[in-house]
């Protein structure tokens, strides 16, 4: 195994291996009819087999998930289990080895992945053995994907595989398929027999423009800023440097259309922007307010943008109203603008500085800009919270001197108003120094926070599950992804982009379920906000109720005849 990683590295390529969380390996289970492979999985022996793999020279492993999911183990203890089996080995073998998550989705990684491995799987396989490749299951990994304020620099969701250049999919299909990856910056795993492809193929996948697009260094993930019409969407993502976008026009209906990007949903002001096409590798001109392509059935386009960033706001670590936990220290900083403080966290305390009465005129997704200093040789990682939803992982790359400021992304969801907060935390024996953080928004994601009038809770997703038929609750008002709604002309209320507000099968009766569902545009997925606060279904009349006038975290969400209760009005925020 050695000289075969060796004999990978003299190509000037990286080596990957394979493995299960569980017993037995996907060998083992699939395909039907084939001798199986017992014991091809790591249970029992994570230490041990990872530090094989990095003693034979392997950089990156791909954990899978048939045994685990036969044996019923649970993802995140599992997957972190293995992560720290993972980092004991590298201290014993000073090598790294790159771990790739596969849970097939289960158990919302995206929640836990940031910290506890480089990617992570979304959903399940793009293609099955003895399928070829079709572009539905593209679309459908790409929209399992959409989790923006999992992914930043280190991290990134994992859509599966390209089926690019595998029989069934056109080089037109290729083309949008690549795409969607880069505009996600998703990782670009090959899937195709990479002896035997075509030039054409070849020509897709490295394509020096939209590689670019893909790997960019902020490592944020594009999202839906507009879909003005059913199927004809565009997705926008903030690139490195000022003002930059990279945009998706896509495609998703029967026929060519016309789909118009606008510079203000991408965070730009309107005014003249250098648009250029990525596949083309041309200027297409400077437009003022938007640009227009049309797009063919099924296809894509993508662009790259470079117009004006809109107004930012900063806060200061330190500033008035900003406070500090634990043992952090303050102290000048030379290589921060005005020689304002910073917040200094880590230093073998569980440090925390927060960042109070964050402004936002939306409920929506914005670019936080973080400004720090980490003079040491390694990276530092630190725990970012908002409004006290689901905390992630950031990574703090080397600045080369404790003086030198760096700056790091992320995505973060805001609720409208003045009362967000921001709390970034260490707990490692080494320091980091954060000055700033800057708050750009992105408003072409705004949508709205669903306010129960008695209970003062949030229509809520739980945990951020994205599995059609997820019930909905009641929960603490936070701003989060899973609390975000878009109403739109078609009378759909759309959370994370592409799932809509859903009456259960249909469901007319008294308590049927309200669930979250592809959106399909269908009528169960219609609503009516009307001038006294209820919220009725167009197929059945009926209002959305917080069941039994329940005001807890956890209350269910039905559909009941209107009967003028507070358990039956709801703002939207």
């Known amino acids: 195994m050695k000289a075969i990683a060796d004999y990978i590295h003299g190509k000037g390529l990286k080596a990957g291996i394979y493995t299960d969380a569980g017993r037995d390996g996907c060998g083992y289970y699939f395909p039907t009819g084939r001798p199986a492979a017992p014991g091809s999985g790591s249970e029992g022996h994570y230490e041990q087999d990872l530090e094989q793999f990095q003693r034979w020279g392997f950089d990156f492993v791909k954990v899978d998930w048939c045994g685990g999911d036969a044996e019923g183990l649970d993802p995140e203890t599992t997957y972190r289990a293995i992560s720290a089996a993972n980092q004991r080995a590298t201290a014993r073998t000073g090598r790294s080895l790159l771990l790739s998550m596969c849970s097939w989705g289960k158990g919302n990684p995206w929640n836990w992945g940031p910290g506890t491995a480089p990617m992570w799987r979304t959903s399940t396989d793009i293609i099955y053995w003895g399928q070829t490749a079709s572009l539905p299951p593209v679309l459908s990994n790409f929209d399992q994907a959409q989790h923006p304020v999992s992914q930043h620099t280190g991290y990134v969701n994992d859509p599966d595989m390209l089926t690019i250049g595998m029989p069934g999919l056109t080089d037109a299909q290729g083309r949008t398929e690549m795409g969607l990856w880069a505009i996600s910056g998703a990782p670009l795993l090959a899937g195709n027999n990479v002896a035997t492809m075509s030039t054409a193929t070849a020509a897709t ?137 910073v917040g200094r966290i880590g230093g073998g305390g569980a440090n925390t500085l927060r960042f109070n009465g964050i402004s936002s005129a939306a409920t929506g997704l914005s670019v936080a800009s973080i400004v720090y200093t980490n003079g040491g040789t390694t990276p530092l990682t630190a725990t970012l919270t908002v409004n006290g939803q689901t905390p992630t992982t950031i990574v703090l790359p080397p600045t080369g001197s404790s003086t030198t400021a760096g700056t790091v992304s992320a995505l973060v969801s805001l609720r409208k108003g003045t009362t967000n907060t921001i709390t970034v935390a260490n707990p490692s024996a080494r320091t980091a120094d954060l000055d700033a953080v800057e708050l750009s928004p992105l408003p072409g994601t705004n949508g709205r926070e669903v306010v129960g009038a008695q209970s003062g809770r949030c229509l809520d997703v739980d945990r951020g599950t994205i599995t059609n038929g997820t019930r909905l609750q009641l929960w603490d008002c936070a701003g989060g992804t899973n609390q975000t709604w878009v109403p739109n002309a078609r009378k759909q209320l759309v959370v994370y982009g592409t799932k809509c507000l859903d009456a259960f099968d249909n469901g007319t009766a008294n308590g049927t379920e309200v669930v979250i569902w592809d959106c399909n545009g269908q009528t169960n997925q219609q609503w009516n906000a009307n001038a006294d606060g209820t919220i009725t279904g167009v197929q059945s009349g009926l209002c959305l109720d917080a069941y039994g006038n329940g005001t807890a975290n956890g209350s269910r969400i039905v559909l009941w005849t209107c009967g003028g209760g507070a358990n039956q009005r709801w703002s939207l925020t």
Request: charged letters at 20%.
């Open 205 to 341: 996948l490295k394509s020096p423009e939209v590689v670019v697009v893909n790997q960019d260094a902020r490592g944020l993930q594009g999202v839906k800023v507009a879909e003005d019409t059913t199927g004809l969407q565009v997705y926008g993502r903030v690139l490195s440097g000022s003002g930059r976008r990279a945009v998706l026009l896509l495609n998703r209906t029967a026929s060519a259309a016309p789909i118009t990007v606008r510079w203000t949903d991408l965070g730009l002001t309107a005014g003249a922007a250098r648009v250029r096409d990525a596949w083309a590798a041309t200027d297409l001109g400077s437009p003022t307010t938007g640009y227009t392509r049309t797009v063919p059935a099924g296809g894509s386009a993508l662009l790259t943008v470079t117009g004006t960033e809109t107004t930012s706001a900063t806060y200061e670590a330190e500033a008035a109203g900003n406070t500090r936990a634990g043992s952090a220290a303050v102290e000048p900083c030379a290589g921060c603008s005005g020689g304002s403080k």
